[in-house]
């Protein structure tokens, strides 16, 4: 599943640095993650790094976006082979 950032962001700046596939961005009044490319740090790390560095507690999973962790590898082995 991809995560979200909801209205309780604060704009710290925190999450943004820590996103391995560049998933989170400035968006027009809070931080966004970008479905297609959020992986919940699936082949990064064990565990999602924006939400463990969040003060806020304001980045839950995307209910629209549901996936499993096999398709969450997918889509992280998809990242890597584009980056290269």
Do not use: W
């Not at 704009?11 to 400035?26: F, K, L, T, W, Y």
């Not at 966004?32 to 959020?38: G, K, Q, Y």
Request: aromatic share 4%; charged share 25%.
């Amino acid at each position: 599943m991809a995560l979200m950032i909801t209205d309780e962001c604060i704009n710290c700046d925190v999450c943004e640095p820590e996103c391995p596939n560049g998933a989170i961005s400035q968006g027009e009044e809070i931080y966004v993650i970008d479905p297609n490319l959020c992986t919940e740090c699936v082949g990064h790390f064990e565990t999602s790094q924006c939400v463990d560095v969040c003060p806020v507690d304001c980045i839950p999973v995307n209910p629209d976006y549901v996936e499993t962790r096999e398709q969450l590898v997918q889509k992280y082995e998809q990242l890597v082979r584009a980056a290269s």
